[in-house]
């Protein structure tokens, strides 16, 4: 069978590379070529049909750099809203990636990540304590939405991104003195010591002992995912 091409550019980069789809075209039902003892072959043309061009973004995020982000960050003064109970930053984010089309009411929120209404108040205050995500009431339903600081964050690429999002956490100072004890020491301090280091700065909603060893557990888990950033990139 005889084919014929169309014709591809040869990429310009070498972080960029063209994909084809194919497809043949029908055959013709056109017989006014045929005879009784012609033996012809039909041809079908191979030609591209779409074509799609994908940059290999890079994702590396190096020590040095969450090191300057930590430096370049001013620590703020804590806002009066809960500190977080929200272990799990993965789900902060994906809480703002939900929240980046449309905005939901509390029940939208919970059903939509199977959480129950304490984890939803929980995951959603955390992302309004980075001021990611606003809250407002519908009469007697909350119903939050992506702040524009949330918003100009997600355009951003991944690496920008998430460098960013550690900026967010980095205005609070528990976690720039944690993540700072990490890096000095190669590891994450114990909750105790976490609970020391909170105890120096008046935190809203934070007043009995066992609720400092809760919230102890949440920078524990901001501060290993801004660590995970270095060593997935090391991988």
Not at 21 to 26: H, I
Not at 95 to 100: D, G, H, N, V
Request: glycine share 6%; with cysteine; hydrophobic share 40%.
């Amino acid at each position: 069978m005889a084919l014929r091409m169309a014709s591809t550019s040869t990429p310009t980069s070498a972080k960029t590379a063209i994909h084809m789809l194919a497809s043949p075209v029908a055959p013709s039902t056109n017989t006014s070529a045929l005879t009784a003892r012609a033996k012809i072959t039909f041809c079908q043309t191979i030609f591209m049909v779409r074509q799609k061009s994908y940059a290999i973004e890079e994702t590396a995020i190096g020590r040095e750099e969450l090191i300057a982000v930590l430096r370049g960050t001013p620590a703020e003064p804590e806002p009066e809203l809960p500190f977080p109970q929200a272990d799990d930053f993965h789900r902060v984010i994906n809480i703002c990636e939900l929240l980046a089309s449309r905005e939901m009411d509390r029940e939208e929120v919970t059903a939509e990540y199977a959480f129950d209404t304490r984890q939803t108040n929980y995951y959603t205050d955390a992302a309004r304590y980075l001021g990611l995500v606003e809250k407002r009431r519908d009469g007697r339903r909350p119903v939050y939405s992506l702040s524009e600081t949330g918003r100009g964050i997600l355009r951003l690429g991944y690496r920008q991104r998430q460098l960013a999002l550690c900026g967010r956490i980095l205005r609070h100072r528990p976690f720039r003195e944690v993540l700072h004890a990490a890096l000095a020491a190669g590891r994450i301090p114990d909750r105790r010591a976490i609970v020391g280091i909170m105890l120096a700065e008046p935190l809203y909603g934070v007043g009995s002992p066992s609720t400092y060893e809760r919230r102890a557990s949440t920078v524990a888990g901001w501060v290993h995912w801004m660590l995970s950033l270095i060593e997935t990139a090391g991988a």
